[in-house]
């Protein structure tokens, strides 16, 4: 083994003389004055340099002395020699900038702690007095905590699991003197005993927790299908497409598992039923936890991640929440930096508002107002042939009509209304945002959606616990 030193036995040491720190005494002329502690079984340098090298000095009192009388191996508190005890820790990601904790997960850890050896202290605390009225003031103030024992905590790390003792007040020796006293005038000395039952652990192990961090395929499926994996923290480990960290703990759902985004929830679909049936029906889905229960990893509503991948190869973080009533139904709450941008159109990537031109009323307009219509608008087959007349609150400063059709985005010149985003003729994906709710949409070719909203396979989306 490696050289190691961790102090424990000094922490011990430093635990009592903490104990004994503190406790006051009052003079004659009615100061209370504080009582010094110091380490007993000092080096000579020390001792000489306390006595300014000389053999004519005394010490001065009162004083208590602590240090350790005795160290024994203690046989009956032996437990197995061989036990090792492993322990994951999942650490919450912290902001190096800001030094602030994160919503998502951190490193993880896997510690393994090896059995400490049971060891029996003994400790001398010797009170140096000047008088009877000294002694039974600094005696009865320390006795007190001892009824017979205190407690003490030599770390304040959670996963060791030897921090924790017990300081017993085994015996006491009240005077160091011989009674009777003749001329022998040496300073009085109360020696209090103290035993503490005390473990010494050798260093533990600390390895990055391995995990499964992605599946693409159904590892329960035949073999026909394949299966690819990308896991992180074992022996031969393996990144298929270099896009997760290792310091991840990420899992996408085993089995056929698709998954519908509707709503601000979402839904599992096993594939079987996608390809028949109606997605919208709740009788088509699977409780969450159907896949939550298969893992070690524990879910932490508001903390665990559900993240889904768009068309444009950008992926959409959401903290999840599974619904109190209905836990077939992941809340969904999403991570606003990882939406997709807005497409410019014509310099802006937001439209006013939504509205169905057939019930909507304009009445207040102003350079730029854009819509995106739910309707068509003037849509007659006698537009434009100088008969028709349109709606009023629609028309043109000049009193002409302007002609718009279902899902298009018009905009107000200051003038006259003009088609910025034309739905036929478009097919490339557009995002849009509308600024009256700030919830951000889709151009899919067809119709307009949530951007984040639609239905993902199981390739598309991943769940970090």
Same mark, same amino acid.
């Given at each position: 083994?490696?050289?190691?030193?961790?102090?424990?036995?000094?922490?011990?040491?430093?635990?009592?003389?903490?104990?004994?720190?503190?406790?006051?005494?009052?003079?004659?002329?009615?100061?209370?004055?504080?009582?010094?502690?110091?380490?007993?079984?000092?080096?000579?340098?020390?001792?000489?340099?306390?006595?300014?090298?000389?053999?004519?000095?005394?010490?001065?009192?009162?004083?208590?002395?602590?240090?350790?009388?005795?160290?024994?191996?203690?046989?009956?508190?032996?437990?197995?020699?061989?036990?090792?005890?492993?322990?994951?820790?999942?650490? +919450?990601?912290?902001?190096?900038?800001?030094?602030?904790?994160?919503?998502?997960?951190?490193?993880?850890?896997?510690?393994?702690?090896?059995? *400490?050896?049971?060891?029996?202290?003994?400790?001398?605390?010797?009170?140096?007095?000047?008088?009877?009225?000294?002694?039974?003031?600094?005696?009865?103030?320390?006795?007190?905590?001892?009824?017979?024992?205190?407690?003490?905590?030599?770390?304040?790390?959670?996963?060791?699991?030897?921090?924790? =003792?017990?300081?017993?007040?085994?015996?006491?020796?009240?005077?160091? +003197?011989?009674?009777?006293?003749?001329?022998?005038?040496?300073?009085?000395?109360?020696?209090?005993?103290?035993?503490?039952?005390?473990?010494?652990?050798?260093?533990?192990?600390?390895? !990055?927790?391995?995990?499964?961090?992605?599946?693409?395929?159904?590892?329960?499926?035949?073999?026909?299908?394949?299966?690819?994996?990308?896991?992180?923290?074992?022996?031969?480990?393996?990144?298929?497409?270099?896009?997760?960290?290792?310091?991840?703990?990420?899992?996408?759902?085993?089995?056929?598992?698709?998954?519908?985004?509707?709503?601000?929830?979402?839904?599992?679909?096993?594939?079987?039923?996608?390809?028949?049936?109606?997605?919208?029906?709740?009788?088509?889905?699977?409780?969450? &936890? +159907?896949?939550?229960?298969?893992?070690?990893?524990?879910?932490?509503?508001?903390?665990?991640?559900? @993240?889904?991948?768009?068309?444009?190869? =950008?992926?959409?973080?959401?903290?999840?929440?599974?619904?109190?009533?209905?836990?077939?139904?992941?809340?969904?709450?999403?991570?606003?930096?990882?939406?997709?941008?807005?497409?410019?159109?014509?310099? @802006?990537?937001?439209?006013?508002?939504?509205?169905?031109?057939?019930?909507?009323?304009?009445?207040?307009?102003?350079?730029?107002?854009?819509?995106?219509?739910?309707?068509?608008?003037?849509?007659?087959?006698?537009?434009?042939?100088?008969?028709?007349?349109? *709606?009023?609150?629609?028309?043109?400063?000049?009193?002409?009509? &302007?002609?718009?059709?279902?899902?298009?985005?018009?905009?107000?010149?200051?003038?006259?209304?003009?088609?910025?985003?034309?739905?036929?003729?478009?097919?490339?994906?557009?995002?849009?945002?509308?600024?009256?709710?700030?919830?951000?949409?889709?151009?899919?070719?067809?119709?307009?959606? !949530?951007?984040?909203?639609?239905?993902?396979?199981?390739?598309?989306?991943?769940?970090?616990?």
């Amino acid at each position: 083994m490696d050289y190691f030193y961790d102090g424990q036995i000094r922490r011990y040491l430093a635990q009592f003389i903490n104990i004994m720190s503190n406790f006051a005494y009052k003079d004659g002329k009615g100061n209370i004055i504080q009582v010094p502690v110091r380490y007993g079984d000092m080096t000579r340098q020390v001792a000489q340099i306390m006595k300014k090298n000389s053999e004519n000095a005394i010490p001065s009192v009162p004083l208590i002395a602590c240090y350790i009388k005795d160290l024994q191996f203690d046989r009956p508190r032996m437990q197995d020699p061989t036990f090792i005890s492993k322990i994951n820790i999942r650490e +919450r990601d912290v902001d190096p900038d800001t030094n602030t904790y994160l919503h998502n997960q951190g490193s993880n850890y896997t510690v393994e702690r090896i059995m *400490p050896s049971p060891y029996l202290i003994t400790l001398n605390a010797d009170i140096w007095t000047t008088s009877m009225d000294q002694k039974l003031q600094i005696w009865e103030q320390i006795v007190v905590f001892f009824n017979p024992s205190f407690e003490i905590q030599t770390t304040d790390n959670y996963i060791d699991w030897t921090s924790l =003792s017990v300081l017993h007040l085994e015996s006491q020796t009240w005077s160091s +003197r011989s009674i009777p006293q003749g001329i022998n005038e040496d300073i009085d000395i109360l020696t209090m005993t103290f035993t503490a039952p005390v473990w010494i652990t050798p260093p533990a192990k600390v390895r !990055k927790l391995g995990v499964i961090t992605k599946i693409i395929s159904n590892i329960f499926a035949n073999s026909a299908q394949g299966t690819i994996l990308n896991v992180y923290g074992k022996e031969g480990a393996v990144d298929v497409f270099g896009d997760i960290s290792p310091d991840e703990d990420v899992i996408v759902t085993p089995g056929n598992y698709d998954l519908l985004v509707i709503n601000g929830t979402a839904r599992l679909i096993p594939y079987s039923v996608a390809q028949n049936a109606d997605l919208l029906d709740p009788g088509n889905s699977v409780s969450w &936890h +159907r896949i939550l229960d298969q893992y070690p990893g524990k879910f932490r509503a508001g903390l665990s991640q559900l @993240r889904f991948s768009t068309e444009a190869g =950008s992926e959409i973080i959401s903290y999840i929440s599974l619904n109190p009533l209905d836990d077939y139904s992941m809340v969904l709450n999403i991570d606003p930096d990882t939406i997709p941008t807005n497409t410019l159109i014509s310099g @802006r990537g937001t439209v006013d508002a939504i509205v169905n031109p057939e019930t909507y009323n304009p009445t207040t307009l102003s350079a730029g107002t854009r819509y995106l219509i739910l309707e068509d608008l003037n849509s007659s087959p006698d537009f434009g042939n100088g008969t028709y007349s349109g *709606p009023i609150a629609w028309k043109n400063a000049d009193n002409s009509d &302007h002609q718009a059709f279902a899902n298009d985005i018009i905009e107000w010149t200051g003038t006259a209304w003009s088609t910025i985003f034309n739905s036929s003729t478009a097919t490339s994906v557009v995002y849009i945002t509308n600024a009256y709710t700030g919830t951000q949409y889709q151009w899919t070719g067809t119709s307009w959606q !949530k951007s984040y909203e639609g239905y993902y396979t199981n390739k598309l989306w991943r769940l970090i616990l």
